[in-house]
């Protein structure tokens, strides 16, 4: 089966996508699929792009066009409909079929972090896309949550809730991009002399592969782990859709 991929998304610098898919044709000797990026202002007239400009058999999708992917998609998958947002696209006779892969993603690094029986709670730093995914994973995993955004115009994060209840809401995910590079000395205000060494802090973000937001959290003896791990198995997970049959992922 020949390829011809890409990642979509607004600014792709951070990508680590396009030498991930290249080095695993090369590693299977392919050298017709192709994984090219593709920077849009715009997802306007998009659909019509992927077939007839590029010609593409399907694509991942990143900042900020996942939700706007979902409702472009011909058909997708429980998982694409239960966040509401599509990272992957299978493109199938001018069809696009849409998925997403940051929930089985996040799944796996999550259940390789936290203790097997983890009978606490979670926090959810913003309420963007990932947030979706890490929602959607945890309530699967019957850990209940909060979702702690900022608020507009002020830019303010209400942390009453954790400040309360801070031994039962152990496990921490950070969802937005605060902190990732070039930014890499901003984080979240989150009132890290708070957290101890039963608490767990994970980071969505790969790159730096230790945030500001995770340095402070080990260095106030929290556990710590970043995006890395989630990012290598919802690359995994996409490369799996779009060769399977069928279009439903199992989580
Ligand atoms: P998104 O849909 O744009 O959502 C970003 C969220 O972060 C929103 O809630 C946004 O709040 C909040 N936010 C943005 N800037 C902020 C700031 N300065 N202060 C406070 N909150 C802020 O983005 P996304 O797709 O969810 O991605 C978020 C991060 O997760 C990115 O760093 C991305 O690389 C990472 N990610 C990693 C993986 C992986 O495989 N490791 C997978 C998916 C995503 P507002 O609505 O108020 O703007």
């Known amino acids: 089966l020949i390829h011809h991929l890409a990642l979509i998304g607004k600014s792709l610098g951070h990508s ?10 090369s590693a299977r000797g392919d050298k017709e699929s192709t994984y090219r990026l593709i920077e849009l202002d715009d997802i306007q007239g998009w ?3 992927s077939l007839s400009v590029y010609n593409l058999t399907g694509f991942n999708v990143t900042i900020p066009y996942k939700k706007e992917i979902f409702n472009l998609c011909d ?24 998925t997403n892969t940051d929930l089985l993603g996040f799944d796996t690094a999550l259940q390789n972090f936290i203790p097997h029986e983890f009978a606490q709670k979670a926090a959810i730093l913003g309420d963007g896309g990932a947030a979706q995914a890490a929602k959607v994973v945890l309530k699967n995993r019957g850990i209940p949550f909060i979702t702690i955004k900022r608020s507009h115009p002020n830019n303010e994060f209400d942390w009453r809730e954790w400040l309360e209840n801070r031994d039962t ?3 921490i995910v950070n969802t937005t991009p ?18 101890t060494e039963k608490h767990f802090l994970f980071d969505m973000i790969y790159n730096p592969s230790k945030t500001l ?28 859709f779009w060769n399977s049959d069928q279009m439903q992922p199992t989580i």
Not at 222 to 233: F, H, P, Y
Request: glycine share 6%; proline share 3%.
């Open 47 to 49: 659909k019509e792009k």
């Open 16 to 25: 680590f996508s396009k030498k991930y898919f290249e080095d695993f044709f």
């Open 75 to 98: 058909d997708c998958t429980q998982e694409a409909l239960l966040t509401q947002s599509v990272n992957t696209v299978k493109i199938t006779k001018g069809k696009w079929l849409g």
């Open 178 to 195: 605060v902190g990732m590079y070039p930014f890499v000395d901003q984080t979240i205000p989150f009132p890290f002399d708070l957290l």
């Open 213 to 240: 937001f995770l340095s402070l959290g080990e260095k106030h003896n929290a556990k710590i782990k970043n995006g890395q791990e989630m990012l290598i198995k919802q690359a995994e997970a996409a490369w799996n």
């Open 169 to 171: 809401y152990r496990l």
